[in-house]
């Protein structure tokens, strides 16, 4: 069964930096389209990033220049280091795989940006 | 960047019957279109793909139509289980990908 984790979310103030981690199981994170999507609170979805397998990265222009997203094989696990952080970041984040649609999500971590 | 709309924002329909949610694109994606569904407190699931094609395991009652700017997502006998949000998503103009703003699906 192929599953993903999502742990590092938390609170931290504005300006801060936050890594979230994203664990797979039964697929293998450098083979695959693996995204970041994020949800803020009783909001919509909103992609974050994408790390092709080739390992090619793409951004949304609300965080390009602030996250980086990238993967460990050794670990199996997708990152989003995400930096100069404002409340408008603060949401539910999911890693998810996929590229023609997004067929496997993990269940989320939350952050918060607040002072 | 594509904008995604869906329509309406809210569905009433009563169990059993037929459901139609609306998405469309400010500009043509091919058939590049994903449908989700999203219950209180879960994470999104893959529906529909490449505008008609269903997903692992899901019934075949949700089905999916529509090319260029235009799409629909059809739900043919609602069961207690599908009152949802749902969300399209575009991939054929990104980056970005984009999705519409949801329909919530709720019991009449």
């Known amino acids: 069964e192929m599953q993903l984790v999502e742990s590092g979310g938390g609170w931290i103030q504005p300006g801060g930096s936050l890594r979230l981690s994203c664990a797979a199981s039964g697929l293998t994170v450098s083979t695959n389209y693996m995204n970041w999507v994020r949800q803020a609170p009783g909001k919509g979805l909103e992609w974050v990033s994408i790390?092709?397998?080739?390992?090619?990265?793409y951004y949304a222009d609300s965080v390009k220049g602030r996250f980086t997203i990238s993967r460990d094989s050794s670990q199996n696990t997708l990152y989003l280091q995400m930096n100069s952080l404002t409340a408008e970041d603060t949401a539910l984040y999911y890693c998810?795989?996929?590229?023609?649609?997004?067929?496997?999500w993990g269940q989320g971590t939350a952050v918060t940006v607040s002072s | 960047e594509v904008l995604m709309t869906q329509s309406p924002a809210t569905l009433s329909v009563s169990p059993g019957e037929r459901a139609t949610l609306s998405c469309r694109a400010s500009q043509s994606v091919s058939t590049n279109l994903a449908w989700y569904q999203q219950k209180p407190g879960q994470a999104p699931r893959l529906l529909i793909y490449d505008a008609f094609s269903r997903a692992a395991g899901i019934p075949d009652r949700f089905s999916g139509s529509g090319s260029g700017t235009e799409f629909t997502l059809t739900i043919s006998s609602l069961q207690s289980e599908d009152f949802a949000v749902y969300y399209c998503q575009q991939y054929g103009n990104w980056p970005p990908y984009t999705f519409g703003q949801g329909t919530k699906v709720e019991i009449k």
């Open positions: 998810a795989r996929g590229y023609y649609g997004l067929n496997v």
């Open positions: 790390i092709h397998r080739s390992g090619s990265t």
